[in-house]
């Protein structure tokens, strides 16, 4: 499997465009019997592709069988590295992850795609709308609201806990790119945390962000 590696000073980002179903991709994931079982329970074709295909990735990085499990709040651990932070994304047309020793960790990938211009009041607060609507071209608003939405998604998987993303996320104002950083704080509690997003446009049409925070 070809895949492309990005390293960020003690975070390694993996992602791969999907393939199809076939007999490659089911010998690459290595399915134990109750992996195959909870597969088989999909009802969506492309769901079955994205899951096979994270854990085709990951046996692909490791040379070996990867079982992932998951916390009791819903993040994913490797069952045979334990040490290790993993995040996981999938958009229709690419799988990613990202893994680290040192930081807890949040990936994104999404289409850059105009739908986010339907929902963008679900998930933007006042000072983000003003930023959005002083761009002057569509395609810019789809791209910030991409870049916003991968954001707040990535913080969701670190945090881990219920996240209201109007009120208690803010992505402040950035530079857009085609690929670039910005600044994410997360208010909750009366507690405030700051994360640096860094994205990527990969393959002209999709958002690939991660963002982390030491253990």
Excluded: C
């Amino acid at each position: 499997m070809f895949y492309h590696k990005i390293e960020d000073q003690g975070i390694k980002i993996f992602w791969t465009s999907l393939e199809s179903q076939d007999d490659a991709l089911y010998e690459q994931a290595n399915l134990s019997p109750e992996e195959s079982t909870l597969l088989n329970s999909f009802s969506s074709d492309l769901r079955k592709i994205e899951w096979l295909q994270v854990r085709a990735l990951l046996n692909e990085i490791f040379k070996q069988k990867v079982e992932i499990a998951y916390k009791s709040n819903g993040q994913p651990y490797l069952r045979n590295h334990p040490e290790l932070e993993i995040s996981i994304s999938h958009s229709r047309t690419t799988v990613a992850v990202a893994i680290s020793q040192e930081f807890q960790i949040g990936i994104d990938v999404e289409l850059i795609h105009p739908r986010l211009l339907k929902i963008a009041d679900r998930f933007l607060n006042p000072a983000e709308f003003v930023y959005m609507n002083n761009l002057t071209t569509a395609i810019e608003q789809i791209q910030f609201l991409t870049i916003v939405w991968s954001a707040k998604e990535a913080l969701y998987k670190i945090v881990g806990t219920d996240v209201d993303y109007k009120k208690d996320v803010r992505v402040k104002e950035f530079l857009l790119d085609e690929d670039g950083t910005a600044i994410v704080e997360f208010f909750k509690n009366d507690t405030r945390r700051h994360f640096l997003a860094t994205y990527r446009t990969i393959e002209t049409i999709s958002i690939l962000l991660w963002m982390k925070e030491r253990k």
